[in-house]
């Protein structure tokens, strides 16, 4: 499947909007066209600066969603008119609510205690008919043996369509690539950061308005100062130099090449810097 791509800090971030993400998406499963969706904003884009292996883990997925604002005036200035937010918590509700009428199933992995399992039960009842086919609360480290042999078991019994995956950037997105092989019957992961504990209300969303002005992150950062302290009031300037001096030619980000990507319209002129 080929979908086009803009380039925002050489990650390649999917021309989509939520219509096009789900059609993606269904098409993906009843073709059995395995992969996983990186929802991507500033935070992960920032992070793939300093980490090769997290920039080709993000352009590798089958869909690096524009999650944040930035995202998409990036896409925008590039021509790319078509581009619009693709924020987590409104991707699953998107998936959710029209899987019901198609009979696709779905995981939630991740959250702390007892959160997959009030995930299922607030979407089943937003959605009646939804499949929820399994849940787990992982360990706060990486699985033992054991523990991923319980998971397999779980996954090979269940066979879920949609495993979600509600860890954090960039554990998700690792978690997702080193186990999309070994999770064979799951057919496409999505790593939705914390839409668990936004849709559960275990964490307050931010208003709308907020939200399509791309001031989400100080709405957040008043939540929770110290833990999204560096992120926020570290990433965002750095973010917004590296912006800059791509856009203005001054600097080239070139990325990966991809299965998944089709040649984009992105900044490929030599570095000036």
Same mark, same amino acid.
């Given at each position: 499947m080929k979908?086009?791509?803009?380039?925002?800090?050489?990650? /390649?971030?999917?021309?989509?909007? !939520?219509t096009r993400a789900r059609e993606i998406l269904f098409d993906a499963v009843r073709s059995v066209e395995r992969g996983y969706v990186a929802v991507t904003g500033v935070h992960g884009v920032s992070e793939a600066q300093r980490d090769a292996e997290l920039m080709r883990i993000?352009?590798?997925?089958?869909?690096?969603?524009?999650? /944040?604002?930035p995202m998409v005036w990036m896409g925008r200035l590039q021509g790319h008119a078509s581009i619009a937010r693709v924020y987590g918590p409104d991707l699953m509700l998107n998936i959710c609510e029209h899987s019901v009428a198609a009979g696709f199933t779905h995981f939630f992995y =991740?959250?702390?205690?007892? #959160?997959?399992? $009030?995930?299922?039960? +607030?979407?089943?009842?937003r959605f009646p008919?939804?499949?929820?086919?399994? +849940?787990?609360?992982?360990?706060?480290? %990486?699985?033992? %043996?054991?523990?991923?042999?319980?998971? !397999?078991?779980? #996954?090979? !019994? +269940? $066979?879920?369509?949609f495993f979600w995956v509600g860890l954090s950037t960039p554990k998700q997105e690792r978690f997702m690539s080193a186990h999309l092989p070994l999770l064979r019957e799951?057919?496409?992961?999505?790593?939705? =950061?914390?839409?668990?504990?936004?849709? +559960? =209300?275990? #964490?307050? !969303?931010?208003?709308r308005w907020m939200q399509r002005s791309g001031l989400e992150w100080l709405f957040r950062f008043t939540q929770e100062p110290r833990r999204l302290a560096e992120r926020y009031m570290v990433n965002n300037p750095l973010f917004i130099g590296r912006a800059a001096a791509q856009l203005l030619r001054l600097r080239s980000y070139r990325m990966p090449h991809s299965s998944q990507a089709a040649p984009a319209s992105a900044d490929t002129h030599e570095d000036l810097t």
């Open positions: 979908v086009e791509k803009c380039n925002v800090l050489g990650v /390649g971030i999917s021309v989509i909007d !939520q993000l352009n590798d997925a089958l869909l690096c969603t524009p999650d /944040g604002m =991740g959250g702390s205690a007892g #959160v997959p399992e $009030q995930l299922a039960d +607030t979407l089943g009842g008919g939804l499949r929820v086919v399994g +849940t787990l609360s992982p360990p706060f480290r %990486p699985l033992t %043996p054991d523990e991923l042999a319980a998971l !397999q078991e779980q #996954v090979r !019994q +269940t $066979q879920p369509d799951a057919k496409v992961m999505l790593g939705v =950061g914390a839409a668990f504990d936004l849709l +559960t =209300g275990r #964490v307050r !969303q931010a208003p």
